[in-house]
């Protein structure tokens, strides 16, 4: 559980286990009905959870400049908070600016910076080219692009979950190959097979023989080879802080500990007990990433 970022009580995580009728379902179609099974998987792969109506949703800070920007005929949603040496703050699958509540205050009160938006079809940002219910890895990466062209090289990408993949993706579509920028990886999704395989199996259990037939289905919609967008390779040369949970249930801890030694660059925090989103509200947590981003 992570705390609702508007103040409405407590908001359940995006990632959601299927029940257990639906979790035998999909075991026994791995075996009698493969195909019917991926359609039906294809078909929900890009479905923002929660619809529109139960997004998460976060607020602009006091202070903070409220942005509407363009992305191409989707309207974006975000702030402009502080002044100093810029950060962006990215979020996940599911996810809003408001997931970043305390890691941005915590940046702004060190003299940074900070610009968040909401990607397509999620929080306060409006539809994506698919629809207020559908978007992908791919339009929250032409998003990011887009901030990027609006306001500028970041000094630091803090990003959560899927974001870390797409704020990547972003910056390289805008023309900057991270070096000397700092980037904070909370709960990383690494994307490839493996990332897509684990994920997916951490709602709905997937055989080898429902993935290879979801697989292209999923890269037709997208129109991309979703095995070459992983965070693996290539690798970047910039400072990095990879921060994972080891109770992490639909990003495995495995995959951030195999991250951070692949890169470079990266130091890895380990944490234990909070799972995909409650590290977005650790103390400790915001602590670190903000000594990071200050380059202690």
Known sequence: MAENPTGGGRKKSTTVRAPWYLRAAFLAAERFAPAPAAKLLGSRWFKVPGGPERRLRGRAPAGAQVFDLDAGGVRLWGYDWGDGPLVYLVHGWGGSTGDFEYIGAS????????????????????????????TSGVHMADAF?????????????????????????????AGIEPETERLVFVAPFIGGSDGFRDTLGSIVPVGPRILSRVIPLAEERAEVELSKLTLMEPTAAAPTLIVHDTWD???????????????????????SGLGHRKVLVSPEVHRRVTGFVKGE
């Open 249 to 271: 249930r639909p990003n495995p801890f495995r995959h951030g500990a195999a991250l951070a030694e692949t890169w470079p660059n990266a130091e890895l925090m380990a944490t």
């Open 107 to 134: 940046l702004a009160a060190e003299g940074f910076r900070v610009v968040a938006f909401d990607s397509p079809s999620h929080g306060n940002s409006g539809p994506g080219p698919w629809g207020e219910h559908y």
């Open 145 to 173: 692009e887009t901030v990027i062209d609006k306001f500028g090289p970041p000094h630091a990408v803090v990003a959560h979950s899927l974001g870390c993949l797409t704020a990547m993706m972003g910056m390289r579509q």
